[in-house]
Nanobody, 124 residues
Framework: QVQLVESGGGLVQAGDSLRLSCAAS????????MGWFRQAPGKEREFVAS????????RYADSVKGRFTISRDNAKNTVYLQMNSLKPEDTAAFYC?????????????????WGQGTQVTVSS
């Protein structure tokens, strides 16, 4: 079992930055690919970014490329999402997820473990 707890969300203005954190409990954190997803009101959950177990490989949604950076510290069992140049359309609940598949993926079906989410609101 892997338990995930997100933090770092908040209310910011357009153009600001935020860093989300996701702390994981459980063993062998480095064996899991980690992903960030988001869900805006009335919309489906969508992929944001993912990173391989070792941290050497990552993937991003086109909408966040060049603005968001995913990283991880396996010694701290934590994955991060650095979000720069935030836009009002980034407003959503952000969730981290863990997949035993090691390599990064956008497919929600391979992530059996999810956090409770943290809200990010970007005002214009």
């Amino acid at each position: 079992q892997v338990q995930l707890v997100e933090s770092g969300g908040g209310l910011v203005q357009a153009g600001d930055s935020l860093r989300l954190s996701c702390a994981a409990s459980g063993r062998a954190f480095g064996n899991y690919a980690m992903g960030w997803f988001r869900q805006a009101p009335g919309k489906e959950r969508e992929f944001v970014a993912s990173i391989s177990g070792g941290g050497s490989s990552s993937r991003y949604a086109d909408s966040v490329k060049g603005r968001f950076t995913i990283s991880r510290d396996n010694a701290k069992n934590t994955v991060y999402l650095q979000m720069n140049s935030l836009k009002p359309e980034d407003t959503a609940a952000f969730y981290c997820a863990a997949s035993p598949n090691y390599l990064p993926t956008y497919d929600t079906r391979v992530y059996p473990y999810w956090g409770q989410g943290t809200q990010v609101t970007v005002s214009s």
